[in-house]
């Protein structure tokens, strides 16, 4: 058996991020061959993914990453079984590396893209692999979504401070100089935080599924039975419109003014602003 000197180790550990004894092992294990004893490492993260494919992954980090020039944003998830792990400098430091690789994908979605992407030369995938290897639970990517701007406009990203939970909205406006305007970027900050608050279906009706909105009006039915039918037909209307109000973003109240819907706030703070506003589209995404 080749000797296990300390510079091997350290090499490995550098190499792969390992614990000492981690690397001692694999090192013993392939008879001083790094590159196998490396490769051993990783091995070690797929079984380990492997034995706990069943495992809930209820924990984790919601990390987001917008460009230099605010174009591009990307907003992501990564998850693991326990808070501990969550709160790990290993899984805070692999959690920041998904939000550059997130940014960095060629696909705007899709988590597989994702896990392809190269940081520094490895995959996501296997960079992800080795962090199992090291905390020794079940990681995965949970959500991922990526937004360019195709016009005037801006990206505005919201994380609450817990880390679990947070949104990316995309506002399409009249000119760019709307779009650079301080009180509308607070705005839109505002809008994102609302929506992390409210957790809106969809942007308005029209985006809602319609068998949710089907089941819906089969429950206010249910509550009503035995009403005469044109009494019916206007109480699941109200019902139905109250639907909407709550889970529409458009329509829903907004948090910091319940006087105004989110729709008026936005296009209010765009006329201030001398132009025209829209929300284009949102994502929201929480761990657990």
Known sequence: MAEISAAMVMKLRKMSGQGMMDCKQALQDTDGDVEKALDL?????????????????????????????????ALT??????????????????????????????????????LETSADGRKFSVIMTELVSKTGEKTQVGDYAKYQLDGP?????????????????????????IA????????????????????????DK?????????????????QVKGKPANIIEKIIEGKINKFYAENCL?????????SRSVEQVLADAAKQAGGEAKIKRFARFEVG
């Open 77 to 114: 998830t990564l998850c693991c079984e326990t808070d501990f792990v969550a709160k790990s400098d290993d899984f805070i430091t692999t959690a920041q590396i998904l939000a550059d690789v997130a940014l960095a994908c060629p696909a705007n979605e899709g988590i597989e893209n994702v």
């Open 250 to 258: 458009l329509q829903q109240p907004f948090v910091k003014d319940d």
């Open 41 to 73: 490492l990783r091995k070690k993260g797929l079984a380990t993914l492997a034995k706990r494919a069943g495992r809930d992954t209820s924990e984790g980090l919601v990390v987001s990453k917008i460009s230099p020039d605010g174009k591009t944003a």
């Open 206 to 222: 029209d985006q809602i599924d319609p068998e949710t909105v089907e089941r819906e009006k089969a429950i206010f039915a249910e």
């Open 180 to 203: 650079a305007g301080e009180a509308l970027k607070q705005t839109a900050s505002d809008i994102a935080m609302h929506i992390t608050a409210t957790k809106p279906l969809a942007l």
């Open 153 to 177: 406009g801006l990206i505005s990203i919201y994380i609450h401070f817990n880390e679990k939970v947070g949104t990316m909205v995309q506002i399409e406006t009249s000119d760019e100089a």
